[in-house]
């Protein structure tokens, strides 16, 4: 159940194929992020084998719209978190998105 109407952050991520130090690090950007703007947070693991981690965002019954993914590279915290905030930025100004418009302000204040 959401906390409220502005989305989650999905992390998808094969347990065999990524590595513990690339989800980590997609993780804690991550769930940093979701934190700081109040959104759900979950990891879904993947049961086929996929060597990139992807980020997700997801509102309501939308189909869930891509973020970020590693592209099999370990990227460092900071890298991760700007890529998702600079995306989660310019998603919010699509009309489809107007729960991310909402946290507009607050995605900007993340840099």
Known sequence: ???????????????ISA????LQSVRLATEKMAH????DFEIIPQQRRCPQIY?????????????YCDEGKTGNLQEIATQLRNMMYVLSF???HSALAQLRNSIMKLS
Do not use: F
Not at 1 to 15: K, P, Q
Not at 19 to 22: E, H, W, Y
């Open 55 to 67: 980020v997700y965002y997801e509102h309501g019954k939308e189909e869930p719209i891509p973020l």
């Open 94 to 96: 699509h009309p489809r």
């Open 1 to 15: 159940m959401l906390r409220n109407d502005t989305g989650r952050l999905i992390v998808y991520a094969s347990h």
């Open 19 to 22: 590595s513990k130090q690339r």
């Open 36 to 39: 700081q703007l109040k959104l």
